[in-house]
């Protein structure tokens, strides 16, 4: 074995064998690959091979869009047949919200670049003549997809590695991996020892005994997948002896199964309720092509509806049923950056779709290893999506809740009820009684909306499911009342969030935002090392905010603070509590070695309250000796204040565009605060708020978000973010960027929309831009009905040429052109004077 490699990738199955190709493509020729057994003996071996070009997100459609060209690619380069046909994969629908589903995502697949057909029934049944098509009401192809064979596919990775100047080390076990104090890993196996510059984990069912290594709790589980594969059916065979083209993957999604044809048979792959997690504590250290006893009961339900569906999958028998780990994550997207907390070590893992993500999984982790950024944006399958919270129990409800899901209907406000009530704030049971319907963030709860009262609920027929396996279509009971109907339209929140945007408006309403990232950064060096970080200025005088965003190296936008100078010399950093963990992991693996800078996360340690509307500043100066007066407590600033008996640092900040003010708060006394705030606001109309009504009001603020329209892919130029970017204050993250930005030019703009028309459904995001010919230029990046201004707005990139006020667009929702209006920015009070007032 080599003493050392610049890398070294663990674990030989198609993940690592593609990260290994990839890192040797890109230069790092003495990078190494280390496999305990033989390569694909783990999870590889049994898979069925699927290539869904299908994903609801960003960063995963893009992953699976070039695994599927780049196999293409890989057979020619290597001369070896992977075993890829391309027979097309169908996808029906039996309903019209799944429908709505399919028409979303075309929506996103044009966005990147994946071509889909829209099929009727009777082109189905063209294409699959064993189909039965009886209430099937359409369906969408992607003509590029099909399955391929994951053991020759992972042959010929190795081959092109190896010839690329890849080592692979079979049947070599790791038993320790270290980080020496000169950053180099130590990584010990039964064959020696190697040190490394950067180590990937591709290790799949050992995820989390990898993680102990290096004291890493990974959230990775993996779930039971059984799939049946038929003896051969006369029908198929004849088809075959005729040469009549494969049928292709055929996917009924509303009952939750694909199939395929096989060697003259069929094979049905189910993702049934029940299926359990497996290898909870790892498998055993001589695990090598291993199965699970099959359980039929299990998915007889499935089965029934495939005899329906295709009856000649009833009319032979069985000759196999597999029943494997696939490695799943709570989410259910793969795990693919860096780890929390370490340099230099990486993580691919918890691929449940891990044939089609693989070249893809490979592609961008070794773009983020040697050019030190990925080259598309990997917010939605970062490492750091997760924190301490996703342990053991939690993910074991959460992954088995991912599998059983996979099929059914993703609604764009879907919030699943597995692993719930986990972090709470203080006054969680207050709104609660005030009627909260909640939903969860990085394992917060957050009020999303108020509905009328506590035992509000919607009416039984309105969440009957109809017959079809996976239908479920609303928000899980509390305490026994369904709260919310989900749709792609307007769901029944859609009145309440009304109101409570007008109550904000017209009177005063509180919203509890204690889920918000918290960091005070502190030391000698703090300020200076702040301006380092950040494109905007530190404010030099005491207690004034700053809007700060931190960017790649290459100018694109990684994350958004708010930073106020609370005590001299110490910084209370505030960020988006679903990016804790990604936030705050960069901070500290950012920090001077010099002990200059003290990091204190204190997320725990401190509630934030948002009173916000023009009556706010009358009922917090009930409470307050401080002079709210603008002459005293100007826009933009913080003081430490008392709030009754309490205490809290108030913020002149909002995320709805009027008058109000951030109470951050000792989190122990924020019942005492919700308490007091509500009593003095009851003469003033007080009302919570949720948010999704913050949220509305924010777009008509055209205020922007990571990681919708400030993305790593975006130079933060293009995100309009000029006034928050100072090149003239010294060196920062990502200044030659932006300066050959400003001198090159820009290839988005930011753009705010009116959209016309409208009556059930507003924009979401990911919805394809065109001009009025119809050629994409670009894509919306959120969206929703502006009850203030009432009209429905949208925010979006597009081309520069296509961003000018007055511009004429269109927007493609659920299928539907719609025309669009270029609008100035903040169509809502644009000079602020709400906000200032």
């Keep these: ?63 699976h869009k070039y695994s599927v060209k780049f196999y293409h690619e890989l057979q020619e380069e290597t001369g070896m047949d992977v075993g890829f046909s391309v027979v097309s994969n169908i996808r029906m629908a039996q309903t019209q919200d799944r429908w709505d589903e399919y028409m979303y995502y075309a929506g996103i697949a044009e966005t990147i670049g994946i071509k889909v057909n829209i099929l009727t029934p009777e082109q189905v049944k063209e294409i699959w003549p064993l189909c039965n098509t009886d209430g099937v009401i359409g369906a969408i192809q992607h003509v590029d997809d099909g399955y391929i064979q994951p053991a020759d596919l992972t042959q010929a990775l190795a081959k092109g590695a190896r010839e690329r100047g890849g080592t692979i080390y079979r049947n070599t076990c790791v038993t320790a991996i270290e980080q020496d104090n000169d950053g180099l890993w130590r990584i010990t196996s039964d064959k020696g020892v190697i040190t490394a510059e950067h180590v990937i984990s591709c290790t799949g069912n050992f995820a989390r005994k990898t993680g102990e290594m290096v004291g890493l709790d990974v959230p990775v589980i993996p779930v039971q997948h059984q799939f049946i594969v038929t003896e051969p059916h006369p029908d198929i065979v004849a088809r075959q002896k005729q040469g009549l083209p494969e049928m292709g993957v055929l996917r009924d999604a509303d009952s939750a199964w694909y199939m395929r044809e096989e060697n003259g048979g069929l094979i049905l792959g189910p993702y049934e309720p029940g299926a359990p997690c497996c290898y909870v504590d790892g498998p055993s250290s001589d695990s090598e092509y291993e199965l699970f006893q099959e359980d039929l009961e299990r998915i007889e339900p499935h089965i029934e509806s495939a005899f329906a569906r295709v009856p000649a999958f009833g009319e032979v028998g069985i000759k196999k049923v597999y029943n494997g780990a696939i490695a799943y994550s709570p989410d259910g997207n793969p795990i693919i950056g860096p780890a929390p907390g370490l340099r230099n070590f990486w993580l691919s893992e918890g691929h449940s779709f891990g044939i089609t993500a693989a070249g893809g999984a490979g592609w961008q982790i070794a773009e983020w290893i040697v050019e030190g950024e990925p080259s598309i944006d990997m917010m939605g399958v970062d490492p750091r999506r997760y924190g301490p919270y996703a342990t053991q129990g939690y993910l074991i409800e959460k992954n088995e809740e991912a599998y059983r899901n996979v099929f059914t209907i993703h609604y764009p406000e ?78 029944n929140a859609f009145e309440h969030i009304g109101k409570e945007v007008m109550n904000v408006t017209e009177n005063v309403g509180l919203l509890d935002m204690s889920a918000f990232a918290k960091m005070e950064v502190a030391g000698s060096g703090a300020r200076e090392w702040l301006e380092s970080l950040f494109a905007n200025k530190i404010p030099k005088k005491r207690g004034r905010i700053a809007l700060c965003h931190m960017l790649t190296k290459f100018g694109g936008v990684r994350s958004e603070f708010t930073v106020y100078e609370w005590k001299p010399g110490a910084f209370y950093l505030v960020s988006a509590g679903a990016f804790e963990n990604h936030d705050h992991d960069y901070l500290f693996k950012l920090l001077p070695d010099d002990g200059s800078v003290i990091l204190r996360p204190i997320t725990q340690k401190y509630g934030v309250l948002v009173l916000a509307g023009p009556r706010s500043r009358e009922v917090l100066q009930k409470l307050t000796y401080c002079d709210l007066t603008n002459n005293n407590f100007k826009w933009l600033s913080g003081q430490k204040i008392n709030v009754g008996t309490a205490t809290a640092h108030a913020l002149r900040v909002n995320f709805v565009g009027e008058l109000g003010w951030e109470l951050h708060h000792p989190i122990e006394t924020q019942n005492a605060i919700y308490d007091m705030v509500m009593e003095a606001g009851a003469e003033f109309g007080i009302k919570p708020f949720g948010i999704r009504a913050m949220s509305a009001m924010s777009i008509e603020k055209s205020y922007r978000l990571v990681p919708r329209e400030l993305s790593t892919e975006y130079n933060v130029l293009e995100s309009g973010l000029d006034r928050f970017v100072h090149v003239d204050k010294g060196n920062f993250i990502g200044r030659e960027e932006v300066l050959k930005a400003k001198e090159n030019g820009l290839n988005w703009n930011f753009v705010t929309m009116e959209v ?10 990911s919805e394809a831009l065109y001009d009025v010919e119809g050629n994409l230029v670009g894509r919306a990046t959120n969206g929703a009905y502006g009850w203030r201004i009432g009209k429905t707005l949208a925010l979006g990139m597009v081309k520069p040429d296509f961003s000018k006020d007055g511009q004429q667009l269109q927007i493609k929702m659920l299928g539907k052109l719609f025309n669009a209006t270029v609008i100035g920015e903040s169509p809502f009070d644009p000079m602020n004077e709400r906000l200032r007032s």
């Design 414 to 491: 879907e919030e699943r009820g597995a692993a719930r009530g986990l972090k709470t704030s203080p006054s969680y049971s207050r709104q609660k009684d005030l009627g909260a319907v909640f939903g969860s963030v990085y394992g917060w709860e957050r009020a999303n909306w108020f509905a009328p009262s506590s035992d509000y609920e919607i009416s039984a027929q309105d969440s009957v499911v109809p017959d079809v396996i996976a239908g479920h279509n609303h928000a899980d009971p509390v305490d026994g009342r369904v709260k919310e109907r989900y749709r792609f339209g307007r769901s």
């Design 1 to 63: 074995m080599k003493k050392h490699a610049r890398a070294v990738v663990i674990g030989g199955g198609v993940v690592g064998v593609s990260t290994l190709y990839h890192l040797a493509k890109k230069g790092w020729d003495d990078s190494v690959l280390i496999e305990r057994k033989e390569l694909t003996s783990g999870s590889t071996w049994h898979a069925a091979g699927l290539l869904p070009l299908f994903n609801l997100s960003y960063s995963v459609g893009q992953i």
């Design 756 to 765: 016309h028309d409208v009556e059930n459904y507003d924009p979401r995001g």
